[in-house]
């Protein structure tokens, strides 16, 4: 059973550029979440889609933007890349008829370095 | 989410039992209790959570005090491969707030 896959697992970008980052959720979860962690840092949530629509969002600029495809993938998308963009990129998979909110499972995660 | 406060760092021995706090005095009565790890180098990994009761599975023991504002997290015979950052999240909402954790070294 694979668990959550994420694609590509490093890439460097140039400012302005934009970048789309890839995730394949755990068999049988049908909600991706992503989450963003600078070096050092606790990952910061991005966002969360289900069924194909943005459920839920942290504190990131419109230039984040995502998508979930009907077979439960999921893109992450971020234009005009800052600095400061680089980082992990998390993708974490959940269902909905799991016990409580929360219980997530996680990739390797992308690192992102904008030069 | 409530606000959670752990030490930065901690040490064991190794074969000992790990326990690691986690003060979260302003949890509401429906928030759960997460508890992450993540292993250098690698995503975050679930562990265990807890809503009043104390909680044990193949990996660790939850222990939430009677008034939830604090709870202990309890790895019974650390090893080697438990040295890893440990989050404590009290939330009702799948997008975590994840704090900067407890750096959990286990010696030799």
């Known amino acids: 059973d694979a668990g959550v896959t994420q694609s590509p697992t490093h890439l460097i970008k140039t400012r302005g550029q934009q970048v789309t980052l890839r995730c394949s959720p755990k068999?049988?979860?049908?909600?991706v979440s992503w989450y963003q962690q600078a070096l050092g840092q606790g990952p910061q949530f991005i966002f969360q889609?289900?069924?194909?629509?943005?459920?839920q969002r942290g504190n990131f600029p419109d230039r984040f933007s995502g998508h979930q495809f009907p077979n439960y993938s999921s893109e992450l998308n971020v234009n005009a890349l800052l600095l400061g963009d680089s980082a992990l990129y998390l993708c974490?998979?959940?269902?909905?008829?799991?016990?409580?909110?929360?219980?997530?499972?996680f990739g390797e995660g992308s690192r992102l370095t904008v030069l | 989410d409530a606000k959670t406060t752990q030490p930065p760092s901690m040490d064991c021995a190794e074969g000992r039992a790990a326990n690691l706090p986690c003060n979260h005095s302003?949890?509401?009565?429906?928030?759960?209790v997460y508890w992450y790890r993540q292993i250098h180098s690698q995503g975050p990994q679930y562990i265990i959570h807890g809503l009043k009761n104390n909680e044990t599975n193949e990996m660790a023991s939850l222990i939430i005090t009677e008034d939830r504002k604090s709870s202990t997290l309890i790895l019974p015979h650390a090893t080697l491969r438990d040295t890893a950052v440990y989050y404590c999240?009290?939330?009702?909402?799948?997008?975590?707030?994840f704090g900067k954790g407890t750096h959990l070294i286990i010696q030799p």
């Open positions: 974490a998979s959940s269902t909905t008829g799991r016990q409580a909110p929360g219980e997530l499972f």
């Open positions: 999240i009290a939330t009702l909402l799948d997008g975590l707030t």
């Open positions: 302003t949890i509401s009565g429906n928030e759960y």
């Open positions: 889609y289900y069924e194909e629509e943005e459920r």
């Open positions: 068999s049988g979860h049908d909600t």
